[in-house]
Nanobody
Framework: QVQLVESGGGLVQAGGSLRLSCAAS????????MGWFRQAPGKEREFVAV????????YYADSEKGRFTISRDNAKNTVYLQMNSLRPEDTAVYYC????????????????WGQGTQVTVSS
């Protein structure tokens, strides 16, 4: 069983930046691919980014390419999401998740989830 705890959310103006962190415990962190998803009110949870277990490969949703960067520190059991040039439409609860499978853009392929952290971008 893996426990995930997100932090770093908050209120930021459009064009600003935030760095989310997700600390893992209770499992072998380096064996999991780690993803970030987000869910806005009234919308389905959507894929944001994923980083493979080794950290060598990353993938992003099209709307996040060039603005968001996912990274991980296996020594600290932590995955990060650096978000730059934030837009009001980025407002959502952001979740980190862990999976040992592929199909990384699908939320139902992830086995463990954090509780989420709120990101609000004001215009």
């Amino acid at each position: 069983q893996v426990q995930l705890v997100e932090s770093g959310g908050g209120l930021v103006q459009a064009g600003g930046s935030l760095r989310l962190s997700c600390a893992a415990s209770g499992g072998t962190f380096r064996s999991f691919h780690m993803g970030w998803f987000r869910q806005a009110p009234g919308k389905e949870r959507e894929f944001v980014a994923v980083i493979t277990w080794s950290g060598f490969n990353t993938y992003y949703a099209d709307s996040e390419k060039g603005r968001f960067t996912i990274s991980r520190d296996n020594a600290k059991n932590t995955v990060y999401l650096q978000m730059n040039s934030l837009r009001p439409e980025d407002t959502a609860v952001y979740y980190c998740a862990a999976t040992g499978r592929t199909g990384w853009t699908r939320a139902d392929n992830y086995d463990f989830w954090g509780q989420g952290t709120q990101v609000t971008v004001s215009s």
